[in-house]
């Protein structure tokens, strides 16, 4: 737990202007983006301090994966379900805001903006899916 992280505090519900919503993993909690840049934009993310996308390594597979069901189920909770139309990835560094690590899930994809079509480009140098 590191008391500077802004996601650590969300996690630990000490952040009471972030609702967390419905998760089904203790381990990880999902809330709105506070910027969003599409209709749906969570982000999903551990409730143990872990470092940025750069840090994940063979072993964290099952955590990524849990990571991705999480974010469908949102999706489908708030009436979103169309996956082929749904992008879901993370900031490589020094492009990543904070370094806890943290799944972003956006949708629609195809009404994303020209900016955020750009922030979040499929596996470009900047965002990994």
Known sequence: YDGKCVFCRIARREEPGTALLPCQYEDLV????IRPS???HYLVVPVEHM?????????????VKRMMEVGKAVLQKNNFSDFNDIRMGFHWPPFCSISHLHLHVLAPASQLGFLSRLMYRINSYWFIT
Do not use: V
């Open 51 to 63: 470092g940025n996308c750069k840090t994940l390594k063979g072993e964290h597979i099952p955590l």
């Open 30 to 33: 999902c809330f709105r983006d």
């Open 38 to 40: 599409a209709p749906h």
